[in-house]
């Protein structure tokens, strides 16, 4: 009976049975083979895993959210923030985050402050505005003009002019007194020429700007005069106007004074005008104030005009070399 150790020579590689004796072949002896040591495969890790020899694995982190949706994030509380902001400014304009008057809920705009022309001015107070804008006007004008300086400033003291006399075409020809001084004037193509009383008349080298009336005020736009009422003065209904804010004056101009001397020029400047309700000027007092904190007047004007015979053609000629010039 055959052992079932079957084995292969080592030599010729027959197969015999080891218990019986050598190769039946080659007669060579049986050796047996020596056992290969096992090998473990696999990390260190990996064959000692959940002994002793290796800790236990740590958790895994929570998954991080994808960078895009951190753009998100950031995004979105910035315009959390932006509208948190609309509403906190809305509460407030609102008066909801205040106290006292803004408890009403009105809702204040802050607003540039504007004149408040008259669209479109009624036929008489265009015709007068007419009259003064023109440099031309034909008039008799009477003037009497007061500047009082207070004490406490430099050129303290009384300044009193008047004019009366015509103007017509840019000419001017009348009587002219300022500081008690009297002077026969007449204003020609721009040539002045003036005497005293039944003197000799001479032409003077220049005339003060001031000294030229017309044209009259310089209210040149519609917002710088207001209608106030309708008045009767002597039996006469007359429209009564009066200048606004927005009517920026020349004081020397108007009260026919040379005002740049004063370190202080009047602050609070208003005319009053009276016309016939056809637009002719009849009569006007202008004032221009500037006043200390105690209310003392530091510089008072006050300024009166009288018209007639406005529109009226008058033709005013160059005086002859007699002591009376006639007029041509």
Known sequence: MMSEKMVRCGRCHEVFDAAAGPCTKCGAPYQ????????????FVDLYSGTAFVAPPAPPPAPMSQRRQNHMLWIG???????????????????????????????VVPVTPRPTPTPTLPPSITAL??????SALSAHIVVVSRVNVNARMIGAGLTLTSFDGQIS??????????SGATHEVRLVDSIVYMRVPNGTWK??????SYLIIAPVFGITKP???????????????LNHLQTTRWWAPDPSRLALTDLTRLSLAPDVNVL???????????????SG??????????VDIEVSYTFDQVGVPISIGTPEPSASPSKK
């Open 203 to 208: 032409i003077s080298p220049s005339i003060a």
């Open 272 to 286: 009053d005008l009276w016309a016939t309700t056809d637009g002719v000027p009849v009569s006007a007092t202008f």
């Open 289 to 298: 104030t500037n006043s200390a904190s105690d209310g003392t007047k530091l």
């Open 129 to 134: 505005m007419g009259h003064l804008n023109d």
């Open 169 to 178: 075409g840019s000419n001017e020809s009348g009587t002219l007194t300022q």
């Open 77 to 107: 509380g910035g315009a959390g923030l932006i509208l948190a902001a609309v509403v906190v400014a809305l509460a407030f304009g609102l008066g909801l985050g205040g106290s006292g008057d803004q408890s009403k809920g009105q809702l």
């Open 223 to 237: 917002e710088m005069i207001q209608l106030i009422d309708q008045e009767t003065k002597n039996g006469q209904i």
């Open 32 to 43: 047996p083979s020596v056992t290969a040591a096992k090998v473990l495969e696999g990390s």
